[in-house]
C-alpha cells in the first residue's frame, strides 16, 4: 500500500509522540466528540485519529473495536496532508482505496471524510466520519460542522498539554515556598 | 499463609495501611507496605535487589493482594520498582504476572527514579489499564529538575506527597496552590491520594478544597497483613 508522506514527517511524528497523548487513557471530551460526529452526520463509525509512525491510533472511536490499525492503510494519511476536509464518497471506486484492506475487508469502508487538526503546526490526524455504505459529499453546513469539531479537538489537545506542564510547574513552585 | 517473603538473609514483612475514603466508608483500599527485617531504610535495601528477587516480591504482593482481597474485599495498591520495568522485555514478563492475578490492584512507581521512554511507558501503563488495574505516581512533588513524570505519562492516580501539604495552614499561598493542583488534576480526570496526613484541621481544609482520598496516621496505621488476615476484617475508618 502507498500513501502520501509530508517531507517533515519525522519531525511531525517527534511532535506527535512528545505530547504524551498516544496511548492515553480514555477522555470524557474526546468521546463526547465522536458521539456528536455519529448523532449529527449519521454515520456508523468515528474516530479521533493520530497519525504515527508505523500505525494510526484511535484517541477516541465508536463503531469500531479496535484502538488501532497499521498506518499504509489509514485513509488520515491523505487528510494530514492538507488543510481542508478530505473525502471520499466511494471508496470502492476510488483509485486509491479500491483496494484498501479497510475496504475489501472489515469495516468495509466505502465513505470517509476526514477533518485535520494540528498542533504547533504539525497535523497530529483527524477527525473522521466512516460508514460502510457510499454517501453524498457533505454540503457547506456539514463542512463547517466538521471543521469546527476538528478545531475543538485541536484547542483541547493544546489546553490539556498545557495544563500538564502548569501542574509540574505549580509542584515546583510549592516545594520552592517551603524551602524558602 | 505466605504474610512474610525470606530474600536470602532478609525476612520481609508486610504491611497494609487503609486509605480514607470521604465519598465510601465501606470500601476497603490502601496501600502494602514492606518492610525488611533489620533495615531502616526500606527505600535504599529495595534498590539494590536484583531483578529476579524484585519479580518475587512481586508475585508475592500479588498472591497477597489475592488473599486480601478474597477475605477483606480490599483493593490493594502495591509499590514496584522503576528498574523492574526498564526493559521491555521485563515489561512483557511484568505484563503476563499481572494478566494470571484475578485481584485488582493498583501498582506505584515512583517520581524519584527514571520511568522508560515515555511512548514505551504509556503502552505499558495502557495495557495495565487494559487489564483492569491501576497505575500511580507515587511521590508526586519530590521529582528532580523541578520536572514531574506526569507532564508526559499517563498515571490512572496521582499520590502526593506529604511535603506538599506541609505548613499548609500557616501559608496563604501554599492554599492557594493547593486549591489550584486539585483543579488541575481534577480537569485531567487524575484520581489523587494525599499522603502523610496528620492533623484534623489539615484535613477538613484539604476536604474543604475537594480531596477526597488520605492517607496518613489521623485514620490508619499500618497493620501486620498476617493480623489483618487472622481477624478477617480490616479496622474501621475511625
Redesign the interface.
Known amino acids: 500500500m502507498t500513501f502520501p508522506v509530508a517531507i517533515d514527517d519525522a519531525e511531525r511524528i517527534n511532535k506527535l ?2 505530547l ?1 497523548i ?4 480514555p ?2 471530551n474526546f468521546d463526547r466528540i465522536v458521539h456528536l460526529c455519529q448523532d449529527i452526520f449519521g454515520v456508523e463509525i468515528a474516530t479521533i485519529s493520530l497519525v504515527d509512525s508505523e500505525r494510526q491510533w484511535f484517541k477516541s472511536v465508536i463503531g469500531l473495536e479496535v484502538c488501532e490499525t497499521d498506518r499504509d492503510v489509514a485513509f488520515c494519511n491523505y487528510t494530514i496532508m492538507g488543510d481542508d476536509i478530505f473525502e471520499v464518497t466511494d471508496a470502492a471506486t476510488h483509485p486509491d482505496f479500491a483496494d484498501n484492506a479497510l475496504v475489501t475487508g472489515p469495516p468495509n469502508i466505502r465513505y470517509y471524510a476526514g477533518a485535520p487538526f494540528a498542533f504547533e503546526g504539525f497535523k497530529l490526524g483527524a477527525v473522521c466520519l466512516i460508514d460502510p455504505h457510499p454517501r453524498d459529499a457533505l454540503d457547506e453546513r456539514g463542512r463547517a460542522i466538521l471543521k469546527g469539531l476538528a478545531a475543538v479537538v485541536e484547542r483541547e489537545i493544546r489546553v ?1 498539554r498545557m ?13 520552592e ?2 524551602e524558602r | 499463609m505466605e504474610s512474610w517473603l525470606q530474600v536470602g538473609k532478609v525476612r520481609l514483612e508486610t504491611y497494609f495501611q487503609r486509605y480514607r475514603l470521604e465519598f465510601d466508608d465501606d470500601l476497603v483500599w490502601g496501600e502494602l507496605l514492606t518492610k525488611p527485617e533489620g533495615h531502616d531504610a526500606p527505600e535504599s535495601y529495595f534498590t539494590q535487589l536484583s531483578l529476579s528477587d524484585q519479580f518475587e516480591i512481586l508475585e508475592w504482593h500479588l498472591r497477597v493482594s489475592g488473599r486480601m482481597a478474597e477475605s477483606l474485599k480490599s483493593t490493594v495498591s502495591i509499590n514496584v520498582h522503576n528498574s523492574l520495568v526498564e526493559h521491555e522485555d521485563d515489561r512483557r514478563r511484568f505484563l503476563e504476572i499481572l494478566s494470571a492475578t484475578p485481584a485488582k490492584v493498583m501498582l506505584e512507581f515512583t517520581e524519584h527514579y527514571p520511568m522508560p521512554e515515555m511512548e514505551s511507558s504509556n503502552a505499558f501503563l495502557r495495557e495495565i489499564r487494559e487489564l483492569g488495574h491501576l497505575s500511580a505516581l507515587d511521590d508526586f512533588g519530590t521529582g528532580h529538575n523541578g520536572m514531574s513524570l506526569l507532564t508526559d505519562y499517563d498515571f490512572d492516580v496521582v499520590k502526593i506527597d506529604r511535603s506538599l501539604t506541609a505548613n499548609l495552614l500557616k501559608n496563604p499561598e501554599r492554599q492557594r496552590m493547593m486549591k489550584l493542583l486539585f483543579q488541575l488534576l481534577d480537569v485531567l480526570g487524575k484520581q489523587h491520594v494525599v499522603e502523610g496526613i496528620e492533623s484534623e484541621a489539615v484535613h477538613e481544609f484539604l476536604v474543604e478544597l475537594g480531596f477526597n482520598t488520605f492517607q496518613g496516621f489521623l485514620f490508619h496505621r499500618p497493620e501486620p497483613v498476617e493480623a489483618l488476615l487472622a481477624a478477617g476484617s480490616v479496622g474501621a475508618t475511625q
Do not use: F, H, I
Open positions: 509522540q512528545s504524551g498516544l496511548d492515553s487513557s477522555d470524557q490539556q495544563l500538564r506542564e502548569s501542574l509540574a510547574m505549580l509542584t515546583t513552585v510549592l516545594k515556598s517551603d
